[in-house]
């Protein structure tokens, strides 16, 4: 029986195109502690490392991160944020481990850039127009009506929930994965869901992959932001194993973008986008959530 789920599970990960890595000990720290009977145990904590992203000369922001996969991290944030668009040519992307900076580099200055200098010289700050950033990016969003059956999202939620992941190692972490169909392709993890996000999108604008057949698997709740950067990629379905946010769901049904949350186990709910699934598999017949996975799910 052990080699046989040891065989599954490596069919498993030969599907991903970028996996977890739980053993890379630069994502987490061992720490002493004393548990709840007054023993002395020791855990896996994950690291949080300052990020400071530049685009061309102006600093943007400092986000905290796992460290791993800093350009695709800074390239989906500027994306996703509407500060980079599909016509920007990037000509170089510097990261600097000592300094913790990553520089992106355009052929030409963009108008962001101009815009975010007059906000910072008036105000002393820029976050609170980030959003409004956003929700201008979605003019003209037009997602693609691809199907998605529910024996995929239940297929995928068992490959996810088993793959050796930093979530399953040490908690405090969100997972975000990149799929086709029944297949995981990409598995980014970070501090924050945000970050996760972001790291897709870098994958897909450094690689240029299609993403009109693509979902997105969270672990994180499906929240506003959550919401506009699925659909600024382009991605028409977006799956969670948490819940919604009213305006989360608001925006989606308004997009029409497919919003699937409570995965767990035999059970989810779809509140936007109903028209792309086709539920092709009884419930009845999908194998019941790891324990394991329960536990950690419910640590976080």
């Not at 108008?111 to 127009?129: F, I, M, N, P």
């Not at 068992?158 to 994965?177: D, F, Q, W």
């Not at 029944?182 to 993890?189: A, G, H, I, S, T």
């Not at 994180?220 to 991605?235: D, F």
Request: proline share 4%; aromatic share 6%; with cysteine.
């Amino acid at each position: 029986m052990m080699a046989e789920e040891g065989s599954d599970l490596a069919s498993v990960l030969a599907e991903y195109v970028i996996a977890p890595a739980p053993t890379d000990a630069r994502l987490t720290r061992a720490v002493q502690g004393i548990d709840h009977t007054g023993t002395a145990t020791e855990i896996s904590v994950v690291e949080e490392r300052p990020l400071t992203i530049y685009l061309n000369r102006q600093e943007i922001v400092t986000a905290m991160t796992i460290g791993d996969y800093p350009e695709y991290l800074a390239l989906g944030f500027l994306r996703n944020q509407g500060m980079l668009h599909p016509g920007d040519e990037i000509t170089a992307i510097d990261y600097d481990e000592e300094l913790e900076t990553v520089v992106v580099r355009t052929a030409v200055e963009t108008s962001y850039e101009d815009k975010l200098q007059k906000k910072t010289r008036t105000s002393g700050c820029a976050v609170g127009t980030v959003f409004g950033d956003m929700m201008e990016g979605l003019e003209g969003v037009v997602l693609p009506q691809t199907p998605v059956r529910s024996s995929w999202l239940y297929a995928l939620a068992h490959k996810i929930n088993r793959t050796p992941s930093l979530y399953l190692e040490a908690g405090a972490i969100h997972g975000t994965v990149l799929c086709q169909e029944d297949r995981p392709l990409v598995y980014m993890e970070d501090v924050g869901r945000h970050n996760a996000v972001d790291k897709i999108a870098g994958w897909i604008q450094s690689t240029g992959a299609e993403v009109s057949d693509k979902i997105l698997y969270t672990t994180g709740r499906l929240t506003s932001e959550m919401v506009i950067k699925t659909a600024m990629m382009g991605i028409p379905v977006l799956v969670s194993r948490s819940g919604f946010t009213a305006w989360g769901v608001e925006i989606a049904q308004e997009l029409g973008l497919t919003l699937i949350g409570r995965m767990r186990g035999q059970r989810f709910i779809c509140l936007s986008g109903e028209a792309r699934l086709i539920r092709d598999m009884d419930p009845a017949n999908v194998p019941a959530e790891a324990k394991a996975h329960r536990r950690k799910s419910s640590e976080r």
